[in-house]
């Protein structure tokens, strides 16, 4: 990360786009590796993108993603399964919530820990279905 950062430095890179290269380069290596994740982990990289609140900026890293895979000699027509699985994942999560009866039942973290594992359980579901890696 540190050359990239000196790079969008020395090249004055708008800062959307430098944050998306750092970030590229922080995660590129979870995001091929997707299909393999446990998905305590897969949930882990979601948040770290900050994806449920930028999801346009996590389609982003995974067009980034692919690029960086396909640009490699030999894979320029491999299928890149990572991301429709990560973009799964990710709808799937998003999609889940605590109804306002149920949210009665909880005080202060503890909504944050119920939403935590309902969303884990949503991306464990999601793995199941996805192939293996």
């Known amino acids: 990360m540190p050359l990239v950062e000196a790079v969008a430095d020395r090249l004055r890179v708008p800062g959307t786009h430098r944050e998306l290269a750092i ?3 922080r995660e590129h290596t979870l995001v091929h590796r997707a299909l393999e994740l446990r998905p305590e982990t897969v949930l882990k990289l979601l948040q770290e993108c900050d994806a449920f609140r930028r999801p346009e900026r996590f389609a982003e890293l995974l067009a980034a993603c692919e690029a960086d895979a396909r640009g ?3 894979f320029e027509a491999q299928p890149y399964p990572q991301a429709a699985y990560l973009r799964a994942a990710l709808a799937a999560a998003a999609a889940v919530s605590i109804p306002e ?3 009665r ?3 202060g973290p503890a ?3 119920e ?3 309902r969303r884990l ?3 464990s ?3 199941t279905a996805a192939p293996a890696a």
């Open 23 to 25: 970030l590229a380069a």
């Open 72 to 74: 490699r000699t030999g």
């Open 101 to 103: 009866a149920e949210r």
């Open 121 to 123: 359980a949503a991306v």
């Open 111 to 113: 909504i944050g820990a």
């Open 125 to 127: 579901a999601v793995k």
């Open 105 to 107: 039942g909880f005080k």
């Open 115 to 117: 939403m935590r594992r």
